[in-house]
C-alpha cells in the first residue's frame, strides 16, 4: 500500500505541529515548507483542508498559524490517514462500479488483499501523532529509517 503525496504531506504537517505544540506561537506554513523542502502553496491546500477537517485550528495575520485542535497522544494515525486518502481500492475488483475482472467469482485475492488493508489501517489506529511526532533533535536532513523484514510461512 502506498499513500498520497497529500496524506504523506498531510501527515507531515501534523507531526510537526505536534512537536512543537508546548511553544507559545503557533507553526506557520513557511517554517513546516522550509523544514521540509515543500512547496508553501502546495502546504496552503493542505493545511486549508486539515483545518476543514477539525485536525489544525488557524489564525490569520501577523502573529498568526496553526495550532492542532487536540492533544497529538489523542489523534491516531488511522483516523487521519482515513480522512485524507481517497482511495483504498488496492485492485480493480474492490471497485463494484467498475469492476471488469473476469476471475471475481473464483479469486480469493480480493479477501486477502482487503483483510491487509484493514490490517494496515488497525495497525495505524494504534499509533498516535504524539507517538510519531517529528524530533527536532535529529539532524537536519537525516532520513529516519524503517527496515521492513518480510516474514515467510514455515509450511
Given at each position: 500500500m502506498r499513500l498520497t503525496q497529500w496524506t504523506d504531506y498531510a501527515l507531515r504537517v501534523l507531526m510537526y505541529c505536534a512537536?512543537?505544540?508546548q511553544r507559545a506561537r503557533?507553526?506557520?506554513i513557511t517554517e513546516i515548507a522550509e523544514s521540509h523542502s515543500i512547496s508553501r502553496s502546495h502546504l496552503t491546500k493542505i493545511v486549508h483542508d486539515l483545518a476543514v477537517r477539525?485536525?489544525?485550528e488557524t489564525t490569520r495575520g501577523r502573529g498568526g498559524g496553526m495550532r492542532l485542535v487536540k492533544p497529538a497522544?489523542?489523534?491516531s494515525l488511522?483516523?487521519?490517514v482515513?480522512?485524507?486518502e481517497t482511495d483504498f481500492n488496492m485492485v480493480e475488483c474492490f471497485d463494484r462500479a467498475n469492476n471488469q475482472c473476469r476471475v471475481v467469482q473464483h479469486c480469493t485475492l480480493r479477501n486477502v488483499l482487503f483483510r491487509a488493508t484493514q490490517n494496515f489501517l488497525t495497525e495505524l489506529d494504534g499509533v498516535s501523532?504524539?507517538?510519531v511526532r517529528a524530533h527536532t533533535n535529529q539532524p537536519t536532513g537525516t532520513p529516519s529509517v524503517v527496515r521492513i523484514v518480510p516474514t515467510r510461512s514455515s509450511s
Open positions: 512537536e512543537h505544540q503557533p507553526v506557520t477539525g485536525w489544525i497522544s489523542e489523534i488511522g483516523a487521519v482515513r480522512d485524507t501523532l504524539a507517538d
